[in-house]
């Protein structure tokens, strides 16, 4: 669990097999419940959207853009690779839509709506995304999407996490 997060509030973190840590983000309105990882080596976000063709868009929940008075199409293309643990690359479109992680809102965030999910790490893993938490003292990520703390309007952009393992 982490122990305040920006507005002082709790957030749980589901952890998985000691390898990766989930939160849960809602998208759109009305909101529709993702795990995602917290990640604070990217600013960028991404989740898995109803057009994934890759393996794991067959069993998990999927971004549906469809069901969301909030949605906005952006249609420029969103392709990243992740050199890190991930070790995988993504592909898909730009959209946008209202972003809830906890009592943080960022309307009309642009994120990364992906078709495709290239790599074991990315394939294999329990998450629909991941939930750039890095800050970028320009405001602006490597793919040009302005990062989600950025986008929510805090002003106080501090947070942190308490990681703990699974008991044996």
């Not at 982490?2 to 589901?14: K, M, T, W, Y």
């Not at 294999?124 to 950025?150: C, E, M």
């Amino acid at each position: 669990m982490a122990s305040r997060f920006l507005g002082g509030e709790s957030i749980d973190l589901q952890n998985y097999a000691d390898w990766s840590y989930l939160v849960e983000v809602e998208i759109g309105t009305p909101p529709q419940k993702f795990m995602m990882g917290p990640d604070t080596v990217t600013t960028d976000s991404w989740v898995l959207g109803k057009n994934c063709w890759s393996l794991p868009c067959f069993w998990m929940p999927l971004y549906d853009s469809s069901q969301s008075s909030t949605y906005v199409a952006n249609g420029t293309n969103f392709n990243k690779t992740m050199v890190d643990i991930l070790r995988g690359r993504v592909e898909g479109n730009v959209s946008q839509d209202t972003f809830r992680l906890g009592d943080l809102v960022a309307e009309n965030f642009q994120f990364g709506e992906i078709n495709w999910l290239y790599g074991n790490n990315l394939v294999l893993n329990k998450f629909n995304g991941v939930l750039g938490l890095a800050y970028n003292t320009q405001s602006q990520s490597i793919s040009g999407l302005d990062p989600f703390l950025h986008q929510a309007h805090s002003e106080n952009k501090t947070f942190s996490l308490y990681l703990m393992r699974e008991p044996k």
